[in-house]
């Protein structure tokens, strides 16, 4: 497998959005004409996702059923070269290409405006297709019940381990069974870390610096190192998975920062590897039904699955009463990796309208 | 992991079936009734899914957002006993089960009479789930040409690695991205054989003896060990994948009978392992457009993720442009296992409706 940086969802940020009102005008239902897609965000995911609309045009009419139409790129600075991207559709003015759309696709990543502009859509009744885990991690149920009283939906398969399908498994592929507990390893770039430290033998803190240098950890590597990436992606699926309540608040979770030589060493010795796991499970302790979520630092058996994830790698692991043990392995990251899952997304999307 | 073993769909018969007619009353489609579910087979995963819907049925219609009512299970031979099966439910006339059905789950195997009453479900416009993978090979095309014409849906998750969810990802997933092969370990009664010969030592044919005491085999194992229920199910892949014309007849079919204890000397000698391996690839040989479709016995390294399969595991290898490679690991058979796949459809069918 060669390594994939992990690449975040753009960080661009257009100007604050005026509180979304519901209006009188839905989105265009007429299904011959093209689909108008919104897009929002124009880094590493949103050029992908700009680029493969355009070349792959055939195929995602034919599975759509209707043509869809790249009518506009929001990004907060409009003189930036984007390859892929026709310069023609870069606009800064985020609130009119929603208002203009029948699907928009967030991939600016951050908080706001992101939330509003996503608001805002919903409330049009137009479905959003977002990579955005930090704000679904925090607002996804708010989200979820606007969408469903605006009679339409929030897709996010893009928001955790990019194209490896985790959230459709737990979301649908099991929605018959019973799912026990949910491990894997979700960030790539701790991963890289890690396991330059643990098959190369780099000492820790070159190891990090490594990664960074690669493209696998950003200028601030505090949310990946920190366990605040993989936290947002098991709060999704746990969430999902048993549809409790489950907030970024419950997560236990403890970083790789605080790791030492010492530790790779004493880890080595006993035959384990660390790796930072990420995992969720039910729980009836104490009588009542609720999910445990954690974030940590495990040393695991050289032959346990989780230890022979790769470079950027992430993997999977769910437990459920019927299926057995299910495990998916990929890529977590990287522009084009996250922009198929984006366009899984808007199949599916548009295909339901 | 716990082997698995391998358990076929039932092949219950029950009495030829009359060509479906159009008729003029179409399915209920009052919402807060319950969904009245036939369920055609009593074996071990008509068995399972009897069960299940009953353990699960408050979670089922929260899914669904209605009661499941399972209104008969059609077999041939009513007077057997079936674990965890009303017996009221027992009915040798799926004809009359069908015609009353809201969602039809057929589970019985075989061409005929499942053919017919998956057809007549279709005519009705009703949904059909089904785990038949020699069915959907032989006659996919034409029962969704059917099922479209109706204005409903054909669904069988079921019939390729049971609950590993490889149908839902080549088809919805994936469905932006460009599939380059499909590669994996399908049938998990030869991976069982082929795990003994290579891990523990035994000699083949005393293997095969061994897997068919333990149930991985069927009295007749030619279906498995002749590669044509791997056969089968990589047609249902590539034909999803691509949306081409593939059939049986497409497949380069080897089974592994004809495997001596000396080629699995050499294999071991050259540090490689024989695995049945199934895959399918697009190729523009001869400047076409057209897939190629395989199945047969290859040594692949140790290290390779296909060698990696042991006892009765399943492992699918998806490549695709943008996604990268994908890898979904767990058990293909089982009664529970491909219950599991058959209840997420039964929702997926349902949810729709």
Redesign the interface.
Known sequence: ?TP?PTSHPDDDRSAPVPTPQPTSHTATTDVSAPLRVALLGGGTVGA?VAR?LGE?AE??A??VGRPLELVGVAVRDTSRVRDGVDPALITDDAVALVDGADLVVEVMGGLEPARSLIERALVRGVPVVTANKQLIAQQGPELHALAAEHGTDLHY?AAVM????VM??VR???????IASISGIVNGSTNYVLDLVARKGVPFEDAVRQAGELGYLEADPTEDLEGLDAAAKIVLLARTAW?LPVTLDDVQRQGITHLTDTDFEQAAANGTVIKLVASAWRSSAGGGDRVEVAVRPVALPQDDPLAQAREGANVLIVE????????????GA?G??T??????????AARVR
């Open positions: 497998m994939t992908a493969l792959r195929l995602l034919a599975r398969e990019a194209a490896v399908p459709a498994v649908e592929s099991l929605a018959g069974d019973e549809g459920a009463r019927s299926a057995g043990t299910l495990r998916l392995h990929g890529a990287g084009d990796a922009a198929s899952a984006v366009l899984g997304d808007i199949v599916r």
